[in-house]
């Protein structure tokens, strides 16, 4: 056997030697033990270049329509969500119990200075100015045509007789006058509404509002707030989800706040070991490994059964078997 063919055989053999031992869970139960036992005393953090891994995500973000290139894939995923979800039975206590509930109240009540503001740009949007404007033109004018004790002034009460629609032509001339003092004096009572709601909203009242609110959505399934979404919408609202989703992830602004992130986690991280985290997690190596063995093991039987496990397992072994160091020592065995 020439030095070439016997390096090939040798290939050959390693790969089916590699992809043998892959669909075993005894040979991932090894590794991830050594795994572990290789990082045990080292920092998380220490293992990541964070300013490279930043670089990396913020190119992918700042390029790659993600979302919109999975749109099939998340409209399929959606699709099944939302059936599933349509039958379950479970209510809204169930998904947030009254002890979780109670505790993010207390987070929330702490945020009194975002609510103020909050309140503040509510009722400063025109959309606001213009619905209470309208509420108060309707009410002023409801009481002129409706309040009884204005039917005693001198020449309202014949006009009274003359029934609401005559009365509504009559009045006419009061509608711009009306509106315009509205217009004006709309910024004051605003703020004055803003005032009251900031006294009124304490924390005890929001509190008390908000547990009745819970009271009442806790027996409540999302099931049937979920069944009056049409079938016919999810498209439109996937595209629209993707296409938002890739803008915003595309945004110098987002991808800041993720190289930030970045750079926190893992500053976080190097005060963590493996084990430290996972004994954090309130689980083990051990418990994972259980899982995580067989899992593995069968995920690379599925690659060698449509024949991509070997083709990756050549990559992974690179050039050797064709290189002449290799082929130098096999053909001083073979006295060549």
């Known amino acids: 056997m020439k030095r070439k063919e016997l390096a090939e055989a040798l290939q050959q053999a390693h790969v089916e030697h590699v992809c043998q031992r892959l669909c075993e869970p005894d040979y991932w139960h090894g590794l991830l033990d050594q795994g572990v036992t290789i990082l045990a005393d080292q920092p998380l953090g220490a293992l990541v270049d964070a300013e490279v891994l930043g670089q990396v995500v913020d190119d992918w973000l700042a390029h790659v329509a993600t979302a919109e290139g999975l749109q099939p894939v998340i409209e399929s995923v959606a699709h099944a969500l939302l059936n599933s979800a349509r039958q379950d039975p479970v209510t809204f206590g169930e998904l947030l119990d009254e002890g979780q509930f109670e505790a993010l109240l207390e987070q929330l009540l702490r945020l009194r200075s975002l609510r103020e503001r909050t309140i503040h740009a509510v009722l400063n949007h025109p959309l606001i100015s213009q619905m209470v404007s309208e509420m108060l033109y309707t009410g002023i004018k409801n009481f002129l045509l409706e309040e ?76 049937a707030l979920l069944r009056d979404v049409p079938d016919d919408a999810l498209p439109g609202l996937v595209r629209q989800g993707v296409l938002l989703s890739d803008h915003v992830a595309a945004l110098d602004y987002s991808r800041r706040l993720v190289m930030e992130g970045i750079r926190a986690a893992i500053e976080g991280l190097m005060a963590w070991s493996l084990p430290a985290l996972l004994q954090a997690m309130h689980t083990d190596t051990a418990a994972r490994r259980d899982t995580l063995a067989p899992a593995l093991a069968r995920g690379a039987g599925v690659l060698k059964e449509q024949g991509v496990l070997s083709a990756w397992a050549e990559l992974a072994l690179g050039d050797f078997y064709q290189s002449e160091a290799c082929l130098s020592v096999l053909g001083q065995a073979l006295q060549e």
């Open 148 to 223: 009884n004790a204005l039917a005693k002034l001198p020449g309202v009460s014949s006009m009274m007789k003359l029934g609401r629609k005559s009365v509504g032509r009559a009045m006419g001339g009061l509608e711009e006058p009306i509106r315009s003092y509205l217009r004006q004096n709309i910024r004051a009572t605003l703020k004055t509404g803003e005032q009251w709601l900031n006294r009124e909203l304490s924390n005890d009242r929001i509190a008390e509002l908000a547990r009745d609110a819970y009271g009442r959505i806790a027996p409540m399934k999302p099931a």
